[in-house]
């Protein structure tokens, strides 16, 4: 299995510019994750989907960021127009849902650094 | 917002030595999860304490949680250079879905 695939690895933006993050999570799994890491906030759950239906978006910071999940295979994370300060490395998720709740793994990819001058 | 906070926040040991890291989260939890982020890279899943475990052992790892002092330790004995990382709580609340809420993080450098 190739693990959860995020693209593009490193984004360098204008300010005002359209972002669009994408994941592609592992076969099977039945929730998806989105996180952004800075040095100052940490590790910020921003949403969460599971089988395709957004479950708990309270994490999103403003109405210039969007998440979508059209299909099982295939996320991405929008942010429009950009801006400085969301400057981060944005992290997927996905986890496989068979469990007991909350006692599943939580599997990451590398991450998408993006800068936004 | 984080739930948990570990300390210490930096901790710089010589190999072979041991390592340990706290986090402390402030509401009750149904379990708490222990990550490692090498540099540059996604997280990791090391461990998983329940809230009705004490304590647990994986390989060189050891977990404790006292659910009265809102606290967990992470233990890494006998460390490497390879354990170079930063290491994360992440907690799960009762009610909570399958949502983690993770800590601040210990950045452990392991020395030759």
């Known amino acids: 299995d190739a693990g959860v695939i995020q693209s593009p690895r490193h984004e360098v933006t204008e300010m005002g510019q359209e972002v669009t993050l994408r994941c592609k999570p592992i076969s099977g799994h039945d929730y998806l994750f989105w996180y952004r890491q800075t040095m100052m906030r940490g590790l910020e759950l921003l949403i969460y989907f599971n089988n395709n239906v957004p479950i708990d978006d309270s994490g999103m910071p403003e109405d210039r960021f969007s998440a979508k999940m059209p299909n099982a295979s295939f996320s991405t994370l929008k942010i429009q127009p950009s801006e400085p300060r969301d400057s981060a490395v944005y992290f997927c998720?996905?986890?496989?849902?068979?469990?007991?709740?909350?006692?599943?793994?939580?599997?990451f990819g590398p991450g998408t650094r993006l800068t936004v001058l | 917002s984080q739930q948990g906070e570990e300390d210490p926040q930096a901790l710089s040991i010589q190999e072979g030595e041991n390592a340990t890291m706290n986090c402390s989260y402030k509401t009750s939890i149904n379990n708490l999860q222990w990550y490692r982020q090498n540099s540059g890279r996604g997280l990791v899943h090391l461990i998983l304490i329940r809230s009705n475990e004490r304590e647990k052992h994986s390989g060189r790892l050891r977990v404790t949680l006292d659910t009265s002092k809102k606290s967990s330790s992470l233990l890494i004995t006998a460390s490497r250079a390879a354990d170079t990382a930063s290491y994360f709580c992440?907690?799960?609340?009762?009610?909570?879905?399958?949502?983690?809420?993770f800590g601040t993080g210990t950045q452990l450098k392991v020395e030759l």
């Open positions: 992440a907690t799960h609340p009762p009610g909570g879905g399958n949502k983690l809420t």
């Open positions: 998720a996905s986890l496989p849902g068979t469990g007991v709740m909350g006692t599943d793994t939580q599997y």
